[in-house]
């Protein structure tokens, strides 16, 4: 029996994750798929479009066997404590195979050069880190300009935010001497911050944004009901009914 698990915040839940976890099975041969998700607060202490029991119902409804909730400290930190938290709860079950997430590239050769460097910070990175630091440069870009003058490579691939996250499970799996394999499922669709919506595969920017949008109609035009709003190719939706069970029928209070 193989299990694999993904960290994610599914905010909210579409195509692009349902996609994701198909590819999980197909390519890692998985029998069961664990979430780690973000709960009602995700990055940046926003709150979540929808709830966390809605979207777990979604994560189910679409392709997971588990659900799990990344506790707020971790859901709401940057990206190396929020891979951190996920990496730790699937580690401490005991049972996860493959760890499954998604980059720009499907090639972990690249990354797993700059995880090893990070996951023992020899003390020369260090001293080049804090030059840059020094001169004023954010964390960010210091360590992105270390790096490359370290490793004699460029790093420009670590700026686009898969990429970023999947670096950072590497570097929580490196530090947790997990047995767990990394396993990267190449994006497709729209760009990570893609603000319109495209095709089947849209950003959850985008579907965010036009959640947003349709809200703020529903607030100002009785006429514009709870169902129309959630009427959004790009979001995989639950069984007929289960939202309005939530959520007022008609307009907001």
Known sequence: MKIAGIIT??????????????KVRQETGSDYVVIVMSGDFVQ???????DKYVRAHMALENGAD????LPVAFAC?????????????????????TLCFGTEQECLSDFEQV???????????QQLLL????????YPAARSAALSDYL????????LPNNILALEYLCALKRFQSPIAPHAIQRVGSGYHSPDLTGHFSSATAIRNTLLHKCARISEDSSVTWQKMLHCRNICLLPPGFFFRLMPKTTVP
Do not use: W
């Open 9 to 22: 915040e599914y905010n909210p839940f579409h195509n692009g994750h349902a996609y994701q976890i198909e």
């Open 66 to 69: 588990l659900v799990l909730e």
């Open 152 to 159: 004699h490579t460029d790093v420009s691939f670590l700026r």
């Open 115 to 125: 995880a090893s460097l990070l996951s023992r910070e020899p003390v020369d990175f």
């Open 131 to 138: 030059s840059y630091l020094k001169k004023g440069m954010g």
């Open 77 to 97: 930190a940057g990206a190396e404590y929020f891979a951190r938290g996920g990496v730790s709860i699937l580690n401490s079950l005991g049972c996860i195979d």
């Open 44 to 50: 940046r202490g926003e709150p979540a479009v929808l």
